[in-house]
């Protein structure tokens, strides 16, 4: 199978990512997915291969339509992946994991509110909790598109977590952050319902993470 240097580039970005997720303590085993828009479509991990077995030519390629070659399968979520990029233009890449702390509030379909500032990475006021479907159901897909509206980050109601943004770096860095957010919440719970940051303070911050983390071109 042969690749150009910039699609086996990506498609190791992608293996690495999925490995990432694991090393980072927001995935166990094959659970999480990954995906990149890429041509025609876009790239996803396939089901069921262990992360560290796998190789550029596993990436599955999808079209709009879902269909691809090859006799390597694609992710059970490839639904959701290919919903909401193609719905999305302002995201390149999705993070699918089960992280322990946003899977627990995700059970109790709990969506995180402005605890703290950072949950304006998410792109809102909030992260919210999406409904219940079967996993690898167009129904699940219906119910991403919903909660992930204005967001580039939801939980998944008895699932996990799904982060969206430019590149697949900074898909799986939100990933984390919504993780640490899910942690702090639970923390808060026990002590009641905690303050949160009203909806002026979040759009200040919104504004401020147009150029929060960049530098200067010139230095």
């Not at 699609?7 to 980072?24: G, T, W």
Request: aromatic share 6%; hydrophobic share 40%; with cysteine.
């Amino acid at each position: 199978m042969s690749f150009s240097p910039e699609e086996r580039a990506l498609r190791q970005e992608l293996i690495d990512a999925c490995c990432n997720m694991n090393k980072l303590g927001i995935n166990r085993g094959t659970s999480g997915n990954i995906s990149v828009r890429n041509g025609n479509g876009l790239l996803i991990s396939p089901t069921g291969i262990p992360y560290e077995q796998l190789k550029p030519e596993h990436i599955v390629q999808l079209d709009w339509e879902g269909n691809f070659e090859g006799d390597i399968l694609p992710s059970s979520e490839w639904r959701f992946h290919r919903d909401v990029l193609q719905a999305r233009d302002d995201l390149n890449a999705l993070v699918h994991t089960h992280s322990t702390h946003a899977s627990a509030l995700s059970v109790m379909k709990k969506s995180i509110p402005a605890i703290h500032y950072m949950i304006a990475a998410a792109g809102g006021k909030d992260i919210r909790c999406s409904g219940y479907a079967t996993f690898g159901t167009q129904e699940l897909a219906d119910e991403l598109l919903i909660a992930m509206e204005g967001r580039r980050a939801c939980l998944m109601a008895h699932h996990g977590v799904l982060a969206g943004h430019v590149s697949i770096a900074r898909a799986l860095a939100l990933a984390v952050t919504v993780e640490e957010l899910a942690t702090q919440y639970l923390l808060c719970l026990p002590l009641g319902e905690p303050p949160v940051l009203s909806d002026e303070e979040i759009t200040t911050v919104l504004q401020k993470f147009r150029t929060y983390g960049q530098q200067p071109r010139k230095m």
